[in-house]
């Protein structure tokens, strides 16, 4: 039996939920498989609006690159309870890197809010680093110039943001370094960490653990501003002005969601955005909140992808 107060108290929730999402359930379509950084936080998230949205659930659909789980959502009748993640590949990278996607990444949703950004971090081998006399950023490319053809890097393959970053440093560097594609951002990190490779850009969440066990050497972040997380590494913009690429994800719904309910979805996730207990749970994945209006991130997104398509085509990269 639960108590008059508790009853009150149920009551007074359930009627604050929107018309739209009363004793029904929202879903956020996570398009990678669970346990990874974007499902964890979209998990967090999905808590912590439960008293404004009511249930919540996160299911992830992975393959393809984020296409599978993405393609879900633009197909979704737009009534405000089928949410999905778009993420620096689904509507950056992969409209480039693939020949034919199944959604227009433009015109098939509707953004809700960037969720947040998490810097991707050159590193280096500590020991590899140290035998080079390799300590910044300037000291890596003064040692490509010096040594043509003698440096490679790895990621976790071909199109990767690891292989984005990569090309546009070799780029704006004016240096050379033969890229080694692994199967995957943990392969790719075992190789850089077994000496097989010199250097990575990898995500500041997956290399913080190894950076701080010294196993790892970080010369700088790919962010244009220092990371709050490591404010004593460098940007890689403090060297080459103009280099900015990280990584990003953020809530849609599917085009055509009535843009009352795109805005009662965007104060609801917001809000819990720039919540401390969400905040410091982001903190423990090196992600920083990145709350912003549907436009906003809409203007962002399509920012993004006029990036890749330049830095795809400088890759060469293709998926077919």
């Known amino acids: 039996m639960i108590s008059r107060r508790?009853?009150?108290?149920?009551?007074?929730?359930?009627?604050?939920?929107?018309?739209?999402?009363?004793?029904?359930?929202?879903?956020?379509?996570?398009?990678?498989?669970?346990?990874?950084?974007?499902?964890?936080?979209?998990?967090?998230?999905?808590?912590?609006?439960?008293?404004?949205?009511?249930?919540?659930?996160?299911?992830?659909?992975?393959?393809?690159?984020?296409?599978i789980g993405v393609s879900q959502v633009a197909k979704a009748a737009p009534d405000g309870l089928t949410l999905g993640i778009a993420t620096t590949a689904s509507h950056g990278i992969n409209p480039w890197l693939f020949k034919q996607l199944p959604y227009d990444p433009a015109k098939d949703f509707a953004p809700v809010t960037q969720m947040l950004r998490v810097p991707n971090v050159l590193v280096m081998n500590a020991e590899t680093a140290q035998r080079l006399n390799i300590q910044s950023v300037r000291d890596l490319i003064r040692y490509g110039k010096a040594n043509p053809g003698k440096l490679n890097y790895g990621s976790g393959g071909n199109g990767s943001a690891g292989h984005l970053a990569g090309e546009l440093f070799k780029n704006q560097a004016g240096v050379f370094a033969v890229h080694i594609p692994y199967n995957g951002g943990n392969p790719a990190q075992l190789g850089l960490l077994s000496g097989q490779v010199d250097f990575n850009f990898d995500n500041l969440a997956t290399a913080a653990a190894n950076i701080r066990a010294g196993k790892l050497k970080a010369l700088a972040v790919t962010?244009?501003?220092?990371?709050?997380?490591?404010?004593?590494?460098?940007?890689?913009?403090?060297?080459?002005?103009?280099?900015?690429?990280?990584?990003?994800?953020?809530?849609?719904?599917?085009?055509?969601?009535?843009?009352?309910?795109?805005?009662?979805?965007?104060?609801?996730?917001?809000?819990?955005?720039?919540?401390?207990?969400?905040?410091?749970?982001?903190?423990?994945?090196?992600?920083?909140?990145?709350?912003?209006?549907?436009?906003?991130?809409?203007?962002?997104?399509?920012?993004?992808?006029?990036?890749?398509?330049?830095?795809?085509?400088?890759?060469?990269?293709?998926?077919?």
């Open 6 to 67: 508790q009853a009150i108290a149920l009551t007074a929730t359930a009627l604050a939920l929107p018309a739209w999402a009363q004793a029904r359930t929202t879903r956020i379509v996570v398009p990678f498989a669970a346990g990874g950084p974007i499902d964890v936080t979209a998990r967090v998230l999905a808590d912590a609006v439960k008293d404004s949205l009511g249930t919540v659930i996160i299911e992830n659909r992975p393959g393809a690159g984020g296409n």
């Open 223 to 320: 962010t244009a501003q220092r990371s709050g997380v490591m404010p004593e590494v460098p940007t890689v913009a403090e060297t080459l002005p103009g280099f900015e690429i990280d990584t990003w994800w953020g809530l849609v719904a599917p085009a055509g969601t009535p843009a009352d309910v795109v805005s009662q979805l965007n104060a609801a996730f917001t809000k819990a955005l720039q919540s401390p207990d969400v905040k410091g749970k982001f903190a423990a994945l090196m992600a920083e909140p990145a709350p912003s209006t549907p436009q906003a991130f809409g203007e962002f997104m399509a920012r993004e992808r006029a990036k890749y398509e330049r830095l795809v085509k400088l890759s060469g990269a293709k998926v077919d």
